[in-house]
């Protein structure tokens, strides 16, 4: 197995290879590098990539990669910037449980690690060709730069509405730069600083971190394998005072679990009774594999919803769209909180989503991502079964991205999720799930950021070589 160590000591040779030369001197050819030091050119381009960082060399495209000037003045670490300490009072934005969900190895990962964690498509599922075209398409005409609807095109509106289904309307639909910028506006919109809501626990880590940046109190609410209780729920808002639910009825990050037709009614009872609001993360409507009850918001008679629809997750990261529906004044206040905080999606994006979702391409990914789903779901189960028979499957989700996987009681989520790290697979420790105190070890696995299912395997054969070592 090929670690970063190699990419750290080359990078070692590179400094002093450096520090020997002056500013403007040309580095070595990346080919003569990977000769010369016996090692890939992933691992040369890495290299360079960190003394880049670090100010040593710079790189111009065609031309080779040079020793950087020197600075004439100090270091600008060495500036006192502990003023800044007392300037920003004690308010925290801790984006790092976001971070890990977004596959970025950090120092020592091997080179070749496996990604069990993530949220997004790998490169082979996505439907690369037909995006392509429809930006191809989207920026081809003279007003394709052009400022848009504040609230997002007439179409796309259109296309949300249908999707949602009921007595949805275009009117009701504001298009915002993808699924957690639409969650954040929508905190901001019906919260403020202080006030309390409530969540399912465990729940999304993105969810977490935007309530608590926007200075509100999370309360958690309890779910089993059918997803939230409505009698605890009840229990909540009573106790707290709440007037926001944030949930995702649809095969929930991260257990799986999909609520029920009844629940779902009950949670829209409760929420009535109590005057409050349910913001209704609809992440996973393309990611289903069997049939699933209605969204909440066409059983909504009341404004009690907000309705977040995202694309990113089925399509690509950068397709940051998102239709939300709300009904009444917190639509009202929706649409100031989009216009203040981030103008309008940009237009180009919009129009490629819409060539996207009106070709005939759109369904046949579909169909091909459920097929991918099924099997790499299957595949992954079957390789915890057969090489880590100590974690247990929450449950078996119909779709979705991730296993909700229970650890030994003895095991430390996050020194298993580093031992992974180090043995070269990436997972997520369950703790970051959780609004308070976990009631036990846990850890998610993702199927659809791995190449294909024998890296699946190979990902979990990793698994359970760093789940020994931390048993002992």
């Not at 990604?115 to 398409?137: E, F, H, Q, V």
């Not at 790290?421 to 976990?438: D, M, S």
Request: glycine share 8%; with cysteine; net charge positive.
């Amino acid at each position: 197995m090929k670690h970063d160590s190699s990419t750290a000591s080359l990078a070692a040779v590179l400094r002093r290879t450096v520090d020997g030369l002056r500013p403007g001197d040309r580095l070595p050819p990346s080919r003569e590098l990977v000769r010369v030091h016996g090692v890939s050119p992933v691992t040369v381009s890495r290299a360079l990539g960190v003394l880049a960082a670090e100010g040593r060399v710079v790189t111009r495209p065609g031309s080779g990669t040079f020793v950087a000037p020197r600075p004439a003045g100090p270091r600008a670490d060495s500036a006192d910037l502990s003023w800044q300490t007392v300037a920003l009072d004690d308010r925290v934005v801790d984006a790092s449980d976001v971070t890990a969900l977004l596959v970025q190895p950090s120092p020592g990962t091997p080179d070749d690690a496996v990604a069990l964690t993530g949220g997004y498509l790998n490169a082979s599922l996505r439907p690369a060709k037909a995006l392509a075209t429809a930006a191809t398409r989207a920026v081809r005409g003279p007003s394709a730069w052009d400022l848009p609807p504040l609230n997002g095109i007439a179409e796309l509106r259109r296309w949300f509405a249908a999707e949602a289904g009921g007595d949805i309307t275009p009117a009701d639909v504001i298009i915002a730069s993808g699924g957690q910028a639409a969650l954040t506006h929508a905190f901001r919109a019906l919260a403020v600083p202080g006030a309390p809501v409530l969540v399912e626990t465990p729940t999304y880590p993105g969810a977490l971190a935007a309530a608590r940046t926007l200075g509100l109190r999370v309360h958690a609410v309890p779910t089993d394998r059918y997803g939230v209780r409505p009698d605890l729920l009840a229990e909540a808002f009573a106790v707290t005072g709440a007037r926001v639910f944030y949930c995702q009825p649809t095969l929930h990050n991260p257990t799986g679990a999909t609520l029920p037709r009844d629940r779902r009614e009950q949670v829209l009872a409760v929420a009535r009774a109590a005057g409050a609001f349910v913001i209704e993360d609809d992440y996973a409507r393309y990611l289903t594999l069997a049939p699933v009850p209605p969204s909440m918001v066409t059983m909504d008679a009341h404004g009690t919803v907000v309705h977040i629809n995202s694309l990113s997750k089925v399509v690509a990261p950068s397709v940051r769209v998102a239709g939300v529906t709300a009904r009444g004044p917190a639509a009202h206040r929706l649409r100031a909180a989009q216009v203040v905080e981030s103008f309008f999606v940009a237009l180009p994006l919009q129009e490629t989503v819409m060539e996207l979702v009106g070709s005939p391409s759109w369904g046949r990914h579909l169909t091909a991502l459920s097929a991918q789903i099924t099997a790499r779901r299957d595949a992954l189960a079957a390789a915890l079964a057969a090489r880590a028979p100590e974690l247990e499957i929450h449950l078996m989700p119909q779709g979705g991205l991730h296993l909700w996987l229970r650890l030994p009681p003895e095991t430390d989520d996050a020194a298993l999720a580093d031992e992974a790290r180090r043995a070269g697979v990436l997972i997520n420790a369950g703790r970051i799930f959780y609004p308070a105190e976990p009631p036990g070890p846990r850890i998610r696995v993702t199927h659809i950021s791995a190449a294909n299912t024998a890296e699946l395997d190979e990902g979990v054969r990793r698994l359970s070589m760093a789940l020994r070592a931390r048993l002992g």
